[in-house]
């Protein structure tokens, strides 16, 4: 996808036996994901998304053309897409995280690292993927202001303070 598509939220499975889905929501509202339908996938299929109750970790939703739980199970994993423009300007210090990818990636000292390639969450919080020629293979840093104090879209950079067993650095 481009940066002119905003991952909304992922389908973690079927739900039920009659074409449910289980939802996962990015949005900082998360019920507010059925209002940018219709939503797309990374293919380009477009389904049009109705909530139909809340479930731990999620909601069950319905979503246009799926009728029945093998069609459901086939889209487990399949993120789901807004245009950005039908979403809400952000103030300055705020960002999506689509914006983040690419952006270069410094030490508190000046020094570069690399880039974002990713950022990735798998149910402890927010991770950056950075990658970098000097790096062995991907530095995960945990996205926490005590990580990661600046990021300056208007640079194009962020500023991260890694601990020190973590640096990532072949030696």
């Known amino acids: 996808m ?36 219709p939503l797309r996938t990374e293919k380009g299929d477009e389904y049009t998304l109705k909530i139909t109750r809340q479930v731990k970790n999620g909601f069950a939703a319905r979503l246009s053309g799926i009728r029945f739980k093998d069609e459901a199970d086939k889209l487990r994993g399949v993120k789901l897409y807004a245009d950005r423009s039908l979403l809400p300007s952000l103030p300055d210090d ?10 270069d990636v410094v030490d508190t000292g000046g020094e570069k690292i690399g880039k974002i390639a990713a950022v990735e969450n798998h ?32 640079s194009g950079r962020v500023v991260i303070d890694p601990p020190e067993e973590i640096s990532g650095k072949e030696t």
């Open 123 to 154: 149910g402890a919080g927010d991770i950056l993927d950075i990658r970098g020629a000097g790096l062995n293979g991907s530095l995960l840093l945990a996205f926490t202001q005590d990580a990661v104090p600046t990021v300056d879209l208007a």
């Open 94 to 103: 705020e960002y999506y995280y689509t914006d983040l990818i690419g952006l």
């Open 2 to 37: 481009n940066k002119d598509q905003i991952v909304l939220g992922v389908i973690a499975g079927a739900f039920g036996v009659k074409g449910e889905v289980r939802l996962k929501s990015f949005c900082a509202e998360p019920e507010d994901i059925a209002n940018y339908s």
